[in-house]
C-alpha cells in the first residue's frame, strides 16, 4: 500500500506564490514517476507537472517558466513551487505516484484545493 498526503493550498493574490508538497509512504519503490495533475471546475482533469526517478521534469505550456517540479527521493516527496499565480491555476492539485514493475499502478493524493483571486 501507498499512501500520499498532500499540503500546501491555500488562497492567495494573483501574482503570489504557494508550495504545495506531496509525501509518500507505505511500500514505495524507487522505480516510480510523481507529479501533480489538477482539476478546475466544469474542466476535465490535466497534468501541471510531472518527474521521473531520474529528475527528469515535463511541464504544462500554461505553467512553464511559472512551476517548478523537485523530489527528494530520501523523502518521497514531491514539491511544487507555484509563482506568478493567475486565477485560472485555480483547481483542486492531485499529487500521484506510478510505481513501475511487473504491474504499474497508480496512487492518488487527497486533494488539496489552491484559490487565486483577482
Known amino acids: 500500500q501507498v499512501q500520499l498526503v498532500e499540503s500546501g493550498g491555500g488562497l492567495v493574490q494573483a501574482g503570489g506564490s504557494l508550495k504545495l508538497s506531496c509525501t509518500a509512504s507505505?511500500?514505495?519503490?524507487?522505480?516510480?514517476?510523481m507529479g501533480w495533475y489538477r482539476q478546475a471546475p466544469g474542466k476535465q482533469r490535466e497534468l501541471v507537472a510531472d518527474?521521473?526517478?531520474?529528475?527528469?521534469?515535463h511541464y504544462a505550456p500554461s505553467v512553464n517558466g511559472r512551476f517548478t517540479i523537485i523530489r527528494d527521493n530520501a523523502k518521497n516527496t514531491v514539491y511544487l513551487q507555484m509563482n506568478s499565480l493567475k486565477p485560472e491555476d485555480t483547481a483542486v492539485y492531485y499529487c500521484?505516484?506510478?510505481?513501475?514493475?511487473?504491474?504499474?499502478?497508480?496512487?492518488w493524493g487527497q486533494g488539496t484545493q489552491v484559490t487565486v483571486s483577482s
Open positions: 518527474i521521473g526517478s531520474g529528475g527528469q521534469t
Open positions: 500521484y505516484l506510478r510505481s513501475w514493475g511487473d504491474i504499474n499502478r497508480d496512487y
Open positions: 507505505g511500500s514505495t519503490s524507487s522505480a516510480n514517476d
